[in-house]
């Protein structure tokens, strides 16, 4: 997973390093630890971490089938406690207050927008969390733009059947959505209509390594950038990705190798990418394409 999606601004200058290291933790203790201390309320896309974190380590420890999809039954499961960790941070808004001197507390806001993530608005969660086992990144910018710029109709009430229902979310207007529209997804608009199912960034680049191995095509040197601007432009026609979403994409590479990872859970991701790409080029009667996926 790349962090650097989740930095409100990118620039140089900020230092992301400590928040990179604890949106990286994905043990159970970690994350839960993490969630009550209000980490993941901190902005909405660190909130939608959460989410997807607490999702993983809920899908991994309930194996047994039910009527509920599991994205369903885990937001039944956490709004049984959504009501402490809302109380929690509404004292601690006050004491906020009264020590900064009328300073707003943030994170209480999340906290809001949270609830209604988990009420009205859910099946925008529900869609993110599984979006996300596809591409996270995109799935994060879709969550987003879904809630910071739709209309607002009538939401459903949160039953037991699964229904796919069009529909407009409450337009937020906190200051934090405005800065990270303008400067993060100021090309939102290209991830608008991205359907499950298709290949990330990492799954093409690794879907080339792999023709690459076979010795059909040449291999994407990432010891020069100076040709990651013309690749970025062929890639970006393959998925309509911006060029400069590509470009940080084949640093990135350049500095950690394509198959990096960092943690288990960032393996786990890598095996599922890669996994996938096999299950899709095998079902395509691609069999030589398939297997050096699943030697790789």
């Keep these: 997973m790349d962090l650097s999606v989740l930095h409100p601004v990118k ?110 608005q859910f099946i925008i969660l529900q869609e993110f969390l599984t979006e996300a086992e596809v591409d996270f990144e995109t799935a994060l910018h879709k969550a987003i733009d879904h809630i910071n710029g739709s209309g607002g109709k009538a939401h459903p009430k949160m039953t037991f059947i699964q229904n796919r229902l069009e529909y407009k979310v409450y337009n937020n207007t906190c200051h934090y959505f405005t800065e990270y529209n303008g400067i993060v997804l100021s090309g939102a608009n290209e991830l608008k209509g991205k359907q499950a199912g298709v290949l990330s960034k990492k799954q093409i680049l690794i879907l080339f390594d792999l023709l690459a191995d076979k010795g059909d095509i040449e291999r994407i040197d990432y010891t020069k950038p100076n040709k990651f601007e013309s690749v970025a432009e062929l890639f970006h026609a393959l998925n309509g990705k911006s060029r400069s979403t590509w470009e940080e994409e084949l640093k990135d590479c350049k500095n950690k190798g394509l198959y990096y990872y960092n943690d288990k859970g960032e393996l786990n991701q890598l095996i599922k990418d890669i996994t996938s790409l096999s299950n899709k080029a095998r079902k395509a009667g691609f069999r030589t394409l398939s297997t050096a996926a699943d030697k790789k």
């Design 11 to 120: 620039s140089p200058g900020r230092d992301y390093t400590m928040k990179d290291k604890l949106n990286r933790i994905a043990s159970p203790l970690g994350c839960r630890l993490l969630e009550w201390s209000g980490w993941y309320s901190q902005d909405i896309s660190q909130r939608l971490l959460g989410h997807y974190r607490l999702y993983q380590l809920y899908k991994a420890k309930n194996k047994v089938e039910s009527h509920l999809s599991l994205t369903l039954a885990y937001l039944t499961h956490y709004r049984t406690l959504q009501a402490i960790k809302y109380a929690l941070s509404c004292i601690t808004a006050v004491l906020y207050y009264i020590f900064t001197f009328g300073d707003r507390y943030y994170p209480l806001s999340v906290g809001e927008l949270n609830k209604q993530l988990i009420n009205q």
